[in-house]
């Protein structure tokens, strides 16, 4: 039995060469949630109780905290994240869910203008895949946890996107 390679996606199909069918999991849709949509909340509600609380604070540093704490939770709250990634011989197809809906993109290999890969580490990291277009718009394509990652998965992912698309992935 072959591993999944693309966790925290789940494959739909996957046949070597030719397509590769993924959906982000039940679970990591939930984590998501809670990050992106409940957690900014929360934030925001304890910065009011440490404004209601905060009385030997100065005005300076106060307000660089409440700044922080809303420039963090906005952050949060519009991040977009692939939730569903078709790439076969003609397109590669995108489901992105945003802050309050969800866009489709569809693009044909003359369209895109690369393929990137980088990696990062520590808290927060892991390893991005994205388009950028002809007309520079970068767009998601994976995004793999840093505890779901190594290089010979990576290299495994690089090989199987050039196989399938015939573009060269970019690694930076």
Do not use: W
Not at 5 to 13: A, E, H, K, T, W
Not at 15 to 24: A, D, G, M, N, Y
Not at 84 to 96: D, R, S, W
Not at 126 to 147: A, D, E, R
């Amino acid at each position: 039995m072959q591993t999944n390679i693309f966790i925290p996606y789940n494959v739909l199909q996957f046949i070597p060469s030719e397509k590769i069918e993924l959906v982000l999991s039940k679970k990591r849709r939930i984590v998501n949630f809670i990050l992106f949509r409940i957690y900014p909340f929360i934030l925001l509600a304890l910065l009011g109780v440490c404004l209601f609380f905060a009385q030997d604070i100065s005005l300076l540093l106060l307000s660089l905290f409440v700044l922080a704490i809303v420039v963090i939770c906005s952050m949060l709250f519009f991040k977009k994240y692939p939730i569903h990634i078709l790439i076969n011989k003609k397109e590669i197809k995108i489901t992105e869910k945003r802050f309050n809906k969800t866009v489709v993109y569809c693009f044909s290999f003359n369209e895109i203008k690369k393929i990137t890969c980088y990696e990062t580490y520590g808290r927060g990291g892991g390893t991005y895949f994205s388009i950028i277009t002809n007309s520079n718009q970068k767009i998601s394509l994976l995004n793999i946890p840093v505890l779901q990652m190594n290089n010979a998965k990576t290299k495994n992912i690089v090989e199987q996107i050039e196989k399938i698309t015939g573009i060269q992935v970019a690694m930076t």
